[in-house]
């Protein structure tokens, strides 16, 4: 069946360092990928996201490539800030639903 | 414009109980869905619902059960509960029919003791 698989955290980063968090996944088709962040206390938010092989979803800085060949989605952020500490999942659409990753926790220090 | 709001959000119930909770999804979206989220198991779907019709559920007991009515709010339950049910439930809504875009409630925490 369809799966996402994504690095394991926690990844500790210090500010204004380059970001990669990587996101590979599994799936019959080409289906809409995902990020989605939750930052603490709150609910799930999506972050970008992407329809198609080599769409490149972005917003506030992140960015996201669909690379069909790898089948990865991987996250990235040219230079993190503290208030980007926070949980990301990468998921994948699949009849109605979404197929989520483990979770990538992110810890930016000052 | 209000967001997806969950109630009760907190829940502290005992094991055999029955619970249900509650969900209003953004006005004008017609789609609902349901996870589970717990640190063991991660982010897991339950059932997804549009116009009060089931298009898909996850692989959880019948005790998980869930419906939508005509104004789209949708409920979920879960009967006999057990301990491993404590997990924050999630409802997401949506306007299309291809869910490119989930809204997400904060959830309701339930505790099973």
């Known amino acids: 069946g369809n799966s996402v698989t994504q690095m394991e955290g926690p990844v500790t980063l210090s500010e204004e360092a380059f970001l990669t968090i990587n996101c590979t996944y599994t799936a019959t088709g080409y289906p809409s990928l995902f990020w989605y962040v939750q930052y603490p ?70 | 414009k209000a967001g997806v709001t969950q109630t009760p959000r907190y829940l502290i119930k005992t094991r055999g109980q029955q619970v249900t909770l509650s969900c209003s999804p953004i006005s004008g979206h017609r789609s609902v869905s349901w996870y589970q989220q717990t640190p063991g198991q991660g982010l897991q779907f339950l059932f997804e619902y549009f116009s009060e019709t089931q298009r898909n559920k996850g692989n ?37 029919l291809i869910l490119e875009k989930l809204f997400f409630g904060s959830g309701t925490q339930l505790s099973v003791l």
């Open chain 1, 41 to 110: 206390g709150e609910g799930l938010q999506l972050l970008l996201k992407a329809t198609k092989a080599d769409d490149k979803g972005s917003n506030k800085g992140f960015e996201a490539t669909y690379r069909k060949e790898t089948t990865s989605f991987h996250l990235e952020k040219g230079s993190v800030q503290v208030s980007d500490s926070a949980v990301y999942f990468c998921a994948l659409m699949d009849n109605y639903q979404l197929i989520w990753g483990a979770g990538t926790k992110l810890i930016i220090k000052p």
């Open chain 2, 60 to 96: 959880f007991p019948g005790r998980f059960s869930g419906r939508q009515f005509s104004n789209s709010r949708s409920e979920m339950n879960v009967s006999t509960l057990e301990l491993g049910d404590s997990a924050l439930y999630l409802c997401a809504s949506s306007k299309d």
